[in-house]
């Protein structure tokens, strides 16, 4: 059934009408399911290709007892660790099922209809969709280079501005903003407007320009941070993301946040994790080794890349991608294809093991040969 036959689409908030599902990567059983084929290796979804800590799977066995319990509800432990890694007030965090679910009790607390939210182009698919879900208006400034146009989002800032999205480092693209530009962008934003600065990414980051955002916390009282347990931590299954505000936000957050909105073992498995920075630090090499590996091996063939300072690369094909995409399947390899981005000639490329990224340069060599 396509949206415009919906007979119930009349019923709905106005902003639904323009909506389309969030489309994820595909899973390596269906793909398989569907071509016949087998030993497929799936570098679609920004995972982390080690996992998470063994000390996650120790803390889960431990809880399995407790799942006939609800979970802690304010997820106590966990934003007590929390404010401890972050040296904020627990009030200052606000627990989300994903850093997404932040993403959109922010939008429900703040956007409403007659009012404005801004991002940049090729910015993180959520903005669009939580904005315009509870009917407010998104303004889409032009990206410079792929990522973000400060210069141009400033210009879009109006009296009906509420929310400013930043993805720092981005996704789908992998750029980022240096500290120096990104502090006064927030210092020129009037108190009216609240910017969300997503940090999904940035623990593979190691520019010296970049600053962690929740250092302004106590200097910004209008920001918001954003962080997620599904990259360098491996818990993507799990779902556990959090937002680190000034505790007046957090408060109004959490009026909307639903009761036990993350459950025991993403609690568990993410103080776990939170503990085991070796395992990080690991992940994080590997991913540098295979940031370089993915680069060096596209530029090989001709191919644009982006440059990323995330746990993925986004290739320019030089034509679109869709066809390209459809064969790399065929030889079991899934990427992401980002047309819905607004880049219909660019895949983006998650750095998995040093195997799979060979094979996966393999395969785009024969691919872009044939």
């Avoid at 489309?23 to 071509?35: Q, S, T």
């Avoid at 109006?158 to 480092?169: C, G, K, L, S, Y």
């Avoid at 623990?203 to 916390?217: G, K, N, Q």
Wanted: include cysteine.
């Amino acid at each position: 059934m396509s949206q415009s036959d919906n007979p119930f689409l009349a019923l709905t908030a106005p902003g639904l009408a323009g909506l389309c599902p969030y489309v994820p990567g595909k899973p390596i059983g269906e793909l398989e399911r569907e071509l016949g084929i087998r030993d497929s290796i799936k570098l679609a979804s920004n995972e982390n290709p080690l996992g998470p800590s063994p000390l996650v799977a120790e803390a889960i066995a431990a809880a399995l007892s407790e799942l006939g319990r609800y979970p802690d509800g304010g997820g106590f432990a966990l934003r007590a660790a929390l404010a401890e890694h972050h040296g904020v007030d627990p009030q200052a965090i606000t627990l989300g099922n994903g850093s997404n679910d932040c993403l959109d009790l922010i939008a429900r607390t703040f956007l409403h209809p007659g009012f404005e939210s801004l991002f940049s182009a090729h910015a993180f698919a959520v903005y669009p969709i939580a904005t315009q879900a509870v009917g407010a208006t998104a303004r889409v400034a032009p990206a410079r280079d792929y990522g973000h146009d400060l210069e141009a989002m400033a210009g879009l800032v109006n009296e009906r501005t509420r929310v400013v999205w930043i993805a720092n480092p981005n996704n789908p693209t992998g750029t980022w903003l240096g500290a120096d530009a990104l502090h006064a962008f927030i210092a020129a934003l009037p108190s009216s407007c609240v910017v969300v600065v997503d940090e999904a990414y940035i623990d593979y980051v190691a520019e010296s320009s970049f600053s962690d955002a929740s250092r302004w916390l106590d200097e910004f009282p209008n920001l918001i941070v954003t962080r997620t347990f599904s990259k360098a931590h491996g818990l993507a299954a799990l779902r556990v993301g959090y937002a680190l505000s000034d505790p007046a936000i957090a408060e109004l957050l959490n009026r909307v946040r639903q009761p036990f909105n993350v459950n025991s073992l993403a609690q568990v498995a993410a103080l776990a994790s939170l503990a085991d920075r070796e395992h990080i630090a690991r992940h994080v090499e590997l991913n540098r080794a295979g940031l370089r590996q993915l680069t060096e091996g596209c530029e090989r063939l001709g191919l644009g890349v982006i440059p990323s300072v995330a746990n993925f690369v986004t290739v320019d094909l030089g034509r679109a991608a869709g066809p390209i995409n459809d064969a790399l399947l065929r030889q079991g390899c899934i990427v992401r294809p980002v047309a819905n981005y607004g880049m219909p000639n660019h895949l983006r490329i998650t750095v998995g093991l040093e195997g799979e990224n060979a094979r996966l340069l393999a395969a785009l060599e024969r691919v872009i040969a044939a």
